[in-house]
């Protein structure tokens, strides 16, 4: 299996991440809402809730949508540790750079825990995901969202490429072109297909 | 006046069912419920835990119906866990209480929130199943988490 790991934030970081300590300078965090146009349900004794029907998070560093959301309902004072999110995942979210994202799977677990001081939280996506920048697009059997330390990781990492084929109109969409390879050999393809992909995607 | 109500030891039992584990008691008593203004009933935990306050229901208006039921006006539930601490508080403008299935619903609105205000959910229609404390909120459903509760690991 091959792994790809890329920075989102211009410095390196290790495994996990210490917690950050509350800064009390910045403003005021907006609040995360949960939307469902269907019903919900919450089991107050075991503290959880279940949305269906065009779900959306709304959260001031991501939106996400899907088709069903599984969320640990947390204990006062505490927050959500663990949301699962599935069926049409599409996640939106803006990296430290500035630079938007635009994620889909079939499935999405937020995990988020503090072990001996060490913030541990994570984003993983399965089941066709894929994640798209400006740079270009890039797949994996599995992705890893890893924002202790702003980096993604990619099991089994293969890009996307759309052909710009000839005579096609600019409005036309043609059908992406899967490949397969380690991240770093874009060379080795079909120029005529590399040459219409610009830079290499930065993931 | 807006002195406690008169109300009947088995009106208050029946109101702290509302949420709660309804006893078979208040079943034997239904009948003899009595309609009740400012009501408020608190429920403590069993035997081993007894000073602890379980939960304290209180509502504007207590209407007892034909079949078990009884209509509560401006529900107010606040459920402590065995700490002592906060753990929900439930706000229901009205709500239609099933003395034998256990069991409230409503079409209207619904407001429930953790004890420290940080996990809020409003919604349209509800059933509120007492026997597993579960929930199902109909339409509508909108939740907030305040303040940094879900993704704010970013420096």
């Keep these: 299996m091959v792994h790809a790991q890329t920075d989102v934030t211009a410095q390196s970081s290790p495994a996990s991440a210490t ?18 146009d269907n019903s919900a349900d919450f089991d107050l004794n075991g503290h959880q809730a279940i949305y269906r029907g065009h779900v959306r998070v709304d959260d001031p560093e991501l939106k996400l949508t899907c088709g069903w959301l599984i969320a640990d309902v947390p204990q006062a004072g505490g927050r959500p540790n663990h949301i699962v999110a599935e069926t049409n995942v599409v996640i939106d979210f803006t990296d430290t750079k500035g630079q938007t994202n635009h994620a889909t799977s079939d499935k999405a677990v937020y995990l988020y825990n503090v072990q001996n001081g060490v913030t541990n939280e994570t984003v993983t996506l399965t089941g066709n995901p894929q994640m798209e920048n400006a740079q270009g697009m890039q797949a994996g059997d599995v992705i890893i969202w890893d924002r202790a330390n702003n980096k993604i990781h990619f099991d089994n990492p293969h890009m996307i490429f759309r052909q710009n084929l000839n005579g096609a109109t600019p409005e036309t969409n043609p ?12 060379e080795n393809i079909d120029k005529n297909i590399s040459n219409h992909i610009g830079d290499r995607p930065a993931f | ?15 702290a069912g509302l949420l709660f584990a309804v006893t078979l008691g208040v079943r034997a008593q239904q009948n003899s419920v009595q309609h009740a203004n400012n009501f408020t009933s608190t429920e403590y935990y069993g035997p081993t835990n007894q000073q602890r306050i379980k939960s304290i229901l209180s509502g504007a208006e207590a209407l007892p119906q034909p079949g078990g039921l ?21 706000n229901a403008p009205e709500c239609v209480y099933d003395t034998f299935k256990g069991v409230a619903n409503s079409p209207g609105h619904l407001q429930v929130r953790t004890g420290d205000g940080k996990f809020r959910v409003e919604g349209e229609g509800f059933l509120w199943r007492q026997s597993d404390s579960f929930l199902t909120i109909s339409n509508n459903v909108r939740t907030v988490v305040e303040n940094g509760a879900i993704m704010n690991t970013m420096p």
């Design chain 1, 19 to 36: 917690t950050h300590s509350p800064d009390t300078t910045r403003p005021p965090r907006a609040p995360t809402l949960i939307d469902s």
């Design chain 1, 175 to 186: 059908p992406p072109v899967k490949t397969n390879f380690p991240q770093g050999t874009v």
């Design chain 2, 1 to 15: 006046m807006n002195a406690k109500a008169n109300i009947t030891r088995a009106s208050l039992a029946a109101g």
């Design chain 2, 70 to 90: 009884l209509i509560i006006k401006q529900l107010k539930l606040e459920m402590f866990n065995p700490d002592g601490k906060l753990e929900w508080v439930v």
